[in-house]
T-cell receptor
Framework: DAGVTQSPTHLIKTRGQHVTLRCSPI?????VSWYQQVLGQGPQFIFQ???????GRGNFPDRFSARQFPNYSSELNVNALLLGDSALYLC???????????FGPGTRLLVL | GENVEQHPSTLSVQEGDSAVIKCTYS??????FPWYKQELGKGPQLIID?????GEKKDQRIAVTLNKTAKHFSLHITETQPEDSAVYFC????????FGAGTTVTVRA
């Protein structure tokens, strides 16, 4: 069975640019969550979507936004990139919002 | 919000010995406590989880214990093997996962 997939795997951007990261959940899962993992730290919660509705938001600025599509895939958008946005961005899916979360391999973003 | 503390930050064990990682959490409403293993260049992989109505859970060489009164939970790995070397994260869930800072486990052959 296919797990959570994310694209692209790596990305290099410059300060001020915009980036879109994509996630496809495990088949049948209706909830997608996004996390940011800075090198050497644990993942930090950004958003959770369930049935295309935002269910939760972490302590991130409005430059971060996301959405979930009818097929339950999701996009994370980050505007006006800063050097500090360099991190591994992880997507996790679960069948229901509070069920076990399974992570994808992540997208490594480098902002120069 | 939830605050999860994890200790130790690094752990080196001889192959065949046991490894123990401890976590504490702050929000008494949290009721789900997963543990993830992350290898270099990969996303976190769920290895075991426990819910607040259970005090202990075991899966082969891995076990987790939960003390809700004291708000702490622990991961125990017995008979460690070189492939157990990785970074381990504990997490607690109210409606979103709050992670500890991670423990880098090295198993010496």
């Amino acid at each position: 069975d296919a797990g959570v997939t994310q694209s692209p795997t790596h990305l290099i951007k410059t300060r001020g640019q915009h980036v879109t990261l994509r996630c496809s959940p495990i088949s049948g899962h209706k909830s997608v969550s996004w996390y940011q993992q800075v090198l050497g730290q644990g993942p930090q919660f950004i958003f959770q979507y369930y049935e295309k509705e935002e269910r939760g938001r972490g302590n991130f600025p409005d430059r971060f936004s996301a959405r979930q599509f009818p097929n339950y895939s999701s996009e994370l958008n980050v505007n006006a990139l800063l050097l500090g946005d360099s991190a591994l961005y992880l997507c996790a899916s679960s069948f229901l919002a509070e069920e076990t979360q399974y992570f994808g391999p992540g997208t490594r973003l480098l902002v120069l | 919000g939830e605050n999860v503390e994890q200790h130790p930050s690094t752990l080196s064990v001889q192959e065949g010995d046991s490894a123990v990682i401890k976590c504490t959490y702050s929000d008494s409403a949290s009721n789900y406590f997963p543990w993830y293993k992350q290898e270099l260049g990969k996303g976190p992989q769920l290895i075991i989880d426990i819910r607040s109505n259970v005090g202990e859970k075991k899966d082969q060489r891995i076990a987790v214990t939960l003390n809700k009164t004291a708000k702490h939970f622990s991961l125990h790995i017995t008979e460690t093997q070189p492939e157990d070397s990785a970074v381990y994260f504990c997490a607690a869930n109210d409606y979103k996962l709050s992670f500890g800072a991670g423990t880098t486990v090295t198993v010496r052959a």
